[in-house]
């Protein structure tokens, strides 16, 4: 599934955590897999869940069982492209960071609070902030010179919506 505004991401279902057995030449008596699955706008989770949970059943014997447990269940979601909260955004970045021509609207990564506003019908835009790097690890900075201009971008589209 793709999405014209999420052009890098795409829906996956990635193992990331595995636990099983305890020596190389010994039948695991558990197995543990965590799964991170990202979804897309228009993707509903449940039926990917069921649809999962059919799959295992495949696999399924006197010896073999499966349960799961759901950590998160974030939906996809997507503000509407022509809210007026995206238009001021439009305009704004224009404004204050001297953008020029069409600016593109692109999604969000994966997770983010965001799909509780705009299930609720709120239009939210996210991912203006300072210039810098290593975003959510353990050398993230930002430059000092761009968060005037973030607190600016941000007291703009407060102050006009």
Same mark, same amino acid.
């Given at each position: %599934?793709?999405? !014209? /505004? +999420?052009?890098?991401?795409?829906?996956?279902?990635?193992?990331? @955590?595995?636990?099983?057995?305890?020596?190389?030449?010994?039948?695991?008596?558990?197995?543990?897999?965590?799964?991170?699955?990202?979804?897309?706008?228009?993707?509903?989770?449940?039926?990917? #869940?069921?649809? @999962?949970?059919? @799959? *295992?059943?495949? *696999?399924?014997?006197?010896?073999?069982? +499966?349960? /799961?447990?759901?950590?998160?269940?974030?939906?996809?979601?997507?503000?509407?492209?022509?809210?007026?909260?995206?238009?001021?955004?439009?305009?704004?970045?224009?404004?204050?960071?001297? *953008?020029?021509?069409? #600016?593109? @609207?692109?999604?969000?990564g994966p997770a983010n609070e965001?799909?509780?506003?705009?299930?609720? =019908?709120?239009?939210?835009?996210?991912? +203006?902030?300072? !210039?810098?790097? =290593?975003?959510?690890?353990?050398? !993230? /900075?930002?430059?000092?010179?761009?968060?005037k201009k973030s607190v600016d971008? %941000?007291?703009?589209?407060? !102050?006009?919506?």
């Amino acid at each position: %599934v793709k999405s !014209e /505004y +999420f052009p890098d991401y795409s829906f996956k279902i990635t193992p990331t @955590l595995m636990n099983a057995g305890s020596g190389e030449s010994i039948v695991p008596d558990t197995a543990k897999v965590l799964f991170d699955i990202r979804t897309m706008p228009g993707q509903n989770n449940d039926q990917i #869940i069921k649809d @999962l949970m059919a @799959l *295992f059943k495949n *696999f399924r014997s006197e010896k073999i069982s +499966f349960t /799961y447990e759901i950590k998160n269940n974030v939906p996809a979601t997507l503000s509407n492209p022509n809210a007026t909260i995206i238009a001021l955004a439009k305009k704004t970045m224009k404004q204050i960071y001297g *953008f020029t021509g069409n #600016i593109i @609207l692109k999604g969000s990564g994966p997770a983010n609070e965001s799909y509780m506003l705009i299930n609720a =019908g709120i239009p939210t835009i996210v991912g +203006f902030g300072p !210039e810098g790097e =290593g975003f959510h690890s353990a050398n !993230e /900075y930002a430059e000092i010179k761009s968060i005037k201009k973030s607190v600016d971008f %941000v007291t703009e589209i407060a !102050e006009n919506l």
